[in-house]
């Protein structure tokens, strides 16, 4: 199982760009790094997957280099609403052998 | 709103108690997943089921039993619960349970066990 590092915080101010980096040096051939939202009381959001080099959505920038050992999550501008906690996953889509696993996040915290 | 619907949001119940939890999906997906989240934890994946059929129970206790009638609805039994039971109860689908894809989750239901 890939296992994931994140800072467990991280300080922002509303309309700075934040990056979260998310290191998984054990990435199998296999498996697909996403990123979810999640804010109290409320189940997890995906915001955006990616396998290799650089993938953009509407809402983010997923950045992931040649060796796919970490991956950076880019927010554009963020506002206070973006305050929340952030987590990576490595790995293929549920299933019996490769199981999802949700770390402990980032939480973002962004001020006026 | 996500495609995904847990009922109740809030529930409190005593230890010697008998409830259920209702998950809905109207994304047409085909798995649905079960996840515990206990305060300051990361979320615990409970269960697995695809096309209907289980295929995951992460050694979860006997008093939580897990029920999917159809690839639409799953259901958490939960009887004789403990105090540290005690959390927010997701439910997720996905299309598939391999390879690419990500999980929708519900809001989740907040369970108190007193």
């Known amino acids: 199982l890939a296992k994931t590092t994140q800072p467990i915080s991280m300080d922002s101010y509303e309309g700075q760009e934040v990056n979260i980096t998310c290191s998984h040096n054990n990435i199998a051939t296999n498996d697909y790094i996403t990123w979810y939202q999640q804010f109290p009381s409320q189940g997890p959001r995906f915001i955006i997957q990616?396998?290799?080099t650089k993938v953009t959505n509407e809402v983010a920038s997923l950045f992931i280099p040649a060796d796919r050992k970490s991956s950076t999550l880019s927010l554009p501008r963020v506002s206070l609403s973006d305050t929340a906690v952030y987590y990576c996953?490595?790995?293929?889509?549920?299933?019996?052998?490769?199981?999802?696993?949700f770390g402990t996040g980032t939480l973002l915290a962004v001020q006026p | 709103e996500t495609g995904v619907t847990q009922t109740p949001r809030h529930l409190v119940m005593g230890m010697t108690n008998k409830k259920s939890l209702k998950c809905e999906q109207h994304l047409g997906h085909n798995a649905m997943y079960w996840y515990k989240q206990s305060a300051k934890k990361p979320l615990e994946l409970m269960f697995v089921?695809?096309?209907?059929?289980?295929?995951e129970n992460n050694s979860v206790p006997s008093r939580f039993s897990p029920e999917c009638p159809n690839s639409s609805h799953l259901f958490l039994h939960l009887h004789t619960l403990q105090p540290e039971d005690s959390a927010l109860y997701l439910c997720a689908s996905s299309q598939g349970i391999s390879g690419q894809g990500f999980q929708y989750f519900g809001a989740g239901t907040r369970l108190s066990v007193l």
């Open positions: 996953l490595v790995g293929e889509l549920g299933g019996a052998t490769n199981k999802l696993i």
């Open positions: 990616g396998y290799k």
């Open positions: 089921y695809s096309l209907e059929e289980r295929v």
